[in-house]
C-alpha cells in the first residue's frame, strides 16, 4: 500500500517560508486501520496529522486529527490545512465543511487564506487564577480574572496576563498542570493559553501543554485561539483581533480571530503547501 501525504504549514506568514504550525495531510486514509494512522502520526512526529476520510453528516469531505499520542476530536490548524488539501484534491471549493468527531466545521477561503467558524463554545470551569498563575510560574496576581477551561471541541485553559511581557515570562509546572486535564481534552494533557491584549486588536500569546511530566509549546493553535474567542464572548465582548505566537519556539505564526455580537467564533490564518510524498506499508 502506497499512501500519498502533503505537508503544509498553517497560521503562516507571508514572507516567511518556515513560519506557522506544520501539519502532515494524507490524502486517503479510508484503508487505515485506527492503530495504523496513529503510528503514521508517531512516524511524523508533528504535533498533529490528519487523514482524509469518507465525510459524515453532509460534509464535503471527513478528517481524523492525530497527535502523536492520541485522536483529536477538534483541532484548528489540522482543520484549516486539510480543507486546503481537500480543495485541491476536489473535493470542495472555497466554502467547504469538514466532518470529525466534535461535528462539521465550516471552512472558507479567500485564495490561500483559511478561516473556520467554530462550534459554539462552553465554560467548563471557573479557575483560581493565583492557582493558575504557580501553575505558570508567575507571581500572585499576574493571570486576571476570569480564568477559565473553556472548549469549542477541544477543552483548554485561558489564562489572561498583564502584558507580553508576563507571556515571555510564564513556564509550565508540569505536576500543576495535571489539576487542568481531562476535561474533554485527551492523552491526560492540558493545554495553558496564555494572552495579553497589547494593544486594540492585538493579542500576543502562548500553548503551553504538559501531561504531568514533559512540557511542550505549540507554536500556532487554531483550537485555542478558538476557545479564547469563546472565553472573550461569555464575558460579552465581541470584535476582530490579530493573534501572534510562536515567536519562543522559532516558528513565528498569525492568527485572525473574530467573534460576532451573536457570539460566533471565527478563526483563519495563511496555509502554505511545502512538500509531499508516499509511504509505503
Do not use: K
Not at 496576563?161 to 481534552?185: H, I
Not at 511542550?216 to 464572548?233: I, K, M, Q, W
Not at 519562543?248 to 510524498?277: A, C, M
Amino acid at each position: 500500500m502506497r499512501l500519498r501525504y502533503r505537508l503544509l504549514n498553517v497560521f503562516a506568514r507571508p514572507g516567511q517560508p518556515f513560519s506557522g504550525n506544520p501539519l502532515c495531510v494524507f490524502e486517503d486514509g479510508t484503508g487505515l486501520t485506527e492503530d495504523e494512522m496513529q503510528a503514521l502520526a508517531r512516524q511524523f512526529n508533528l504535533s498533529e496529522t490528519t487523514f482524509l476520510v469518507a465525510p459524515s453528516g453532509g460534509a464535503d469531505a471527513g478528517v481524523r486529527i492525530f497527535t502523536t499520542a492520541y485522536e483529536m476530536p477538534f483541532a484548528g490548524h489540522p482543520t484549516l490545512g486539510t480543507a486546503h488539501v481537500a480543495r485541491a484534491l476536489g473535493l470542495g471549493g472555497d466554502r467547504l465543511g469538514l466532518s470529525m468527531p466534535a461535528g462539521v466545521i465550516p471552512v472558507e477561503a479567500d485564495a490561500d487564506s483559511w478561516t473556520l467558524t467554530a462550534n459554539p463554545g462552553r465554560v467548563e470551569a471557573d479557575l483560581d487564577p493565583d492557582d493558575l498563575a504557580a501553575a505558570l510560574q508567575l507571581p500572585p496576581g499576574t493571570v486576571l480574572a476570569p480564568a477559565q477551561q473553556v472548549s469549542v471541541g477541544t477543552s483548554q485553559v485561558m489564562a489572561r496576563v498583564a502584558d507580553a511581557e508576563a507571556v515571555a515570562r510564564a513556564s509550565a509546572v508540569p505536576t500543576r498542570f495535571t489539576a487542568y486535564a481531562g476535561m474533554g481534552r485527551s492523552g491526560g494533557e492540558a493545554l495553558v493559553y496564555v494572552w495579553a491584549e497589547v494593544a486594540p486588536g492585538q493579542v500576543v500569546a502562548r500553548a503551553l501543554i504538559s501531561d504531568g511530566r514533559l512540557v511542550e509549546e505549540d507554536p500556532a493553535t487554531g483550537s485555542a485561539c478558538s476557545n479564547l474567542g469563546a472565553h472573550l464572548a461569555a464575558q460579552g465582548r465581541s470584535g476582530a483581533w490579530t493573534v501572534s505566537q510562536g515567536d519562543q519556539v522559532h516558528r513565528p505564526s498569525t492568527l485572525r480571530l473574530s467573534v460576532s455580537p451573536e457570539g460566533v467564533v471565527r478563526v483563519g490564518g495563511l496555509v502554505r503547501e511545502v512538500g509531499g510524498g508516499e509511504v509505503a506499508l
